[in-house]
């Protein structure tokens, strides 16, 4: 006589739907002998199982270790069933009822099983550039509601054939519920048209593509949820052409290698690079140059951004070339990506020489995640294909939902519901009409995909925001505003489940203090529903607001004018060299009379001062340009310039004017920018040190949370991580560390306030 079953209701929540977690949970029923069934719902997936109590205790064990690539658990419960045990095991429909709060899967990387299928001339899909199965493939891009299932997809419209629905159908099947399942019998198909939009007829689209690739032609490429921009990354003059017809002067470009052996021939690689590059949601990663791509690809710089192609289209692409692509989004500097072929055609007309589309809606635009290895870990920099719109454990259960909607640049937004942060899309840069109605649409849809419509809105703390107007605007129970660097700080708090109070670091560019001026250097002492600013760096008169970012010589001017008492020695600076006696009379002469000056503490344009100065260029082409070339000039280990922390005032004062006259005597003595710059950041680096031990020495033992753009910069991060060992220090991984992550700070921020915690 066997042991008798018992009955276990399983719950499993996290990113669970849409990555092959039923037929896996299936599988493994199988192999245990458990009776039951599993099915997607709101909250996650429901297993209900039936077995003897051991076999039970060895389903939830393997449950918790063994997972597909791309599922990740962040919340497993279960109690005890009485129901009577039912005959074998079964994947059944999906439960729709109650409050949508389940995990939207991100799009996923081709696996190695369909790359291995498109090339084999004896499969099915052989050649197929839609090919996928339940471990990879379009999720978000083509979900147009949840729970995740092929008739809430783009692919509705696309009936399966016997064949195709007789591996849906087969639980042993690896296309097992497969939502986006396709074949060239009944899925999606490519076409080329012109560069005037007009369809061409061709037996073969893709080796249309890679024929005009190779003879230097710009081609739009519509992709998992978007078109990109594709040129030959080794013709520096192919790659000029791009940059002037897309009018994007200096930004590097990213570059797609067919495989980690092209990857190696381009750039040096980490073991920790290789496994991002390789991951399922295969971001940009930017990695350091070896000779070999066109200089025009990243001019001036020694990284460039690399990719893996991450659907079977750029895998048979590359493969037909044979060569590295640029591969950057399909727009006009400043515009959102474009999504539809006839959208393309008009707006890419003049920039692309052909078009090779396929007639698979997209739903959601999705940009390319951009990521980097710091202090031994992958750190993302813009967060959106591969990992939005996938959820985060919420520090504590909001009471109800709210919307956070970011900030200014790097928008993006997300929704707080429950006991889930689900973070949308990256949107980009405000500003532009497009862009926002861009954004004011991917908001909308969230609200659609999670069913819910927040009547409590947290925003910057900055009047002028588009998305503080949004939220003025729109109509709302209440409004929140949360300053810019507490954001920053609770963003890195929830991702690391923080409970506070921590010591926050947040350096950046800019953000809107209360007092009204621009903050940026900032140590906070913080919860998620207060913060105390404890310590900032020196402020500057700043001449020309946003001139002075495009302009770095003003600042480089404001930070040696308060150096050396308003008179610096200009005459024996490169870098004023560049610019001319009128115009810096001129800026004095606005900082005299004090009309359009900011009181300025970022640590962004500190970097800014230090790039121009120690590097003599006086104008930057795109925003960080300067602190990245600064960046990658450092060389070696380096001590650091002197600098002073006066802790009688309140907050205390960071002053860095030790520092910069001590950086004029270098230059003016002719030391290497190579020198020059790693002392600069390793001052930076103990500076920080030095403000967050005494801290520590005040305050007791903390967490400390190192949060802002600034810290995007491996070298800074290692510094400080390396003077504060022995400490408890929480970088952003998941969230951006920039205004990408703002979103996130400030719904947790918003939750609190709600609760009335400070």
């Not at 030959?232 to 052409?241: H, I, K, Y």
């Not at 507490?486 to 350096?507: C, K, N, S, T």
């Amino acid at each position: 006589m066997g042991i008798p079953a018992t009955g276990r209701r399983i719950a499993v929540q996290g990113t669970v739907q849409g990555v092959g977690f039923r037929p896996w949970v299936y599988q493994l029923a199988q192999q245990l002998q458990v009776a039951g069934t599993v099915k997607n719902g709101p909250e996650g997936v429901t297993i209900d199982a039936f077995a003897p109590a051991t076999v039970l205790d060895e389903l939830l064990e393997r449950l918790a270790s063994e997972l597909p690539a791309a599922a990740r658990i962040e919340r497993l419960e279960w109690q005890p069933l009485s129901a009577e045990a039912p005959t074998g095991f079964a994947i059944i429909a999906s439960d729709s009822t109650g409050a949508a709060r389940a995990s939207i899967p991100a799009d996923l990387a081709m696996c190695e099983q369909c790359r291995e299928e498109i090339h084999d001339p004896k499969a099915r899909r052989f050649h197929y550039p839609f090919t996928n199965c339940t471990h990879c493939g379009p999720r978000f891009s083509i979900a147009t509601s949840i729970p995740y299932d092929r008739p809430r997809t783009t692919m509705a419209g696309f009936p399966l054939c016997e064949a195709c629905r007789a591996e849906y159908e087969d639980p042993n099947d690896r296309r097992f519920h497969a939502q986006p399942i396709a074949c060239p019998a009944c899925g999606p198909k490519l076409s080329w048209l012109d560069g005037k939009g007009q369809l061409l007829k061709a037996h073969d689209p893709l080796e249309v593509a890679a024929r005009r690739l190779l003879a230097g032609d710009l081609v739009a490429l519509r992709g998992l949820g978007g078109f990109h921009l594709a040129c030959d990354a080794l013709a520096d003059d192919v790659v000029r052409e791009l940059r002037r017809r897309k009018h994007r002067d200096q930004k590097p470009l990213a570059v797609m290698v067919s495989d980690l052996d092209m990857a190696r021939t381009y750039a040096t690689l980490s073991e920790a690079e290789v496994e991002l590059l390789s991951s399922p949601a295969r971001p940009i990663v930017l990695v350091t140059l070896r000779p070999g791509l066109a200089p025009s690809v990243a001019p001036g710089f020694t990284q460039v951004g690399l990719f893996l192609p991450y659907t079977p289209l750029h895998e048979l692409l590359l493969a037909r070339v044979g060569r590295p692509l640029v591969m950057t989004s399909g727009n006009r500097s400043d515009e959102p990506m474009a999504v539809d072929n006839d959208e393309a055609v008009t707006r890419l007309a003049g920039i692309a020489d052909g078009f090779l589309v396929h007639d698979r809606p997209i739903a959601t635009r999705t940009d390319d995640s951009v990521a980097r290895v710091i202090e031994g870990a992958p750190m993302v920099l813009r967060r959106a294909r591969g990992y939005v719109p996938g959820s985060l454990a919420a520090p504590k259960p909001f009471r109800e939902p709210v919307l956070a909607v970011g900030g200014q640049l790097k928008n993006t937004f997300c929704i707080g519901n429950g006991t889930r942060v689900t973070l949308g899309p990256h949107v980009g840069d405000l500003g532009e009409l497009s862009t926002y109605e861009s954004f004011s649409a991917m908001v909308d849809r969230l609200e659609h995909f999670l069913e819910v419509t927040p009547q409590v809105l947290a925003h910057d703390l900055h009047p002028d925001y588009d998305t503080t107007r949004y939220a003025r605007l729109r109509p709302a129970r209440q409004r929140l505003a949360v300053q810019h660097h507490h954001a920053h700080v609770a963003a890195v708090m929830a991702e690391h489940q923080l409970a506070g109070p921590v010591i926050g670091v947040a350096f950046d560019g800019t953000g809107y203090g209360p007092d009204g001026a621009a903050w940026g250097g900032e140590f906070l002492l913080a919860t998620y529903g207060g913060y105390e600013r404890v310590a900032t760096v020196r402020g500057l008169k700043l001449a020309g607001g946003e001139r002075a970012i495009r302009e770095a010589w003003r600042v480089s001017l404001a930070v040696l004018d308060d150096a050396f008492d308003g008179a610096p020695p200009l005459g024996s600076l490169d870098l004023f060299r560049e610019v001319t006696e009128r115009d810096v009379a001129n800026v004095r002469q606005v900082l005299k009379s004090e009309l359009h000056v900011t009181q300025a503490h970022g640590v962004g344009r500190v970097f800014d001062a230090a790039a121009a100065l120690v590097l003599g260029r006086a104008r930057a082409g795109f925003e960080a340009q300067l602190a990245m070339a600064l960046e990658q000039a450092a060389e070696g280990t380096a001590a650091p310039y002197p600098f002073a922390l006066d802790q009688a005032r309140s907050p205390w004062e960071l002053d860095l004017r030790p520092m910069w006259r001590a950086i004029v005597e270098a230059l003016m003595a002719k030391r290497p920018v190579s020198e020059i710059s790693a002392r600069f950041h390793a001052t930076l680096g103990a500076a920080t040190a030095a403000v967050v031990q005494a801290l520590l020495a005040r305050e007791g033992n903390r967490p400390v949370v190192l949060s802002g753009g600034c810290f995007a910069n491996a070298r800074l991060a290692h510094d400080v991580f390396s003077r504060l060992d022995g400490v408890s220090v929480s970088l952003p991984r998941r969230v951006p560390p920039g205004d990408g992550g703002l979103a996130l700070g400030q719904a947790v921020v918003a939750a609190a306030l709600l609760e009335g915690v400070s």
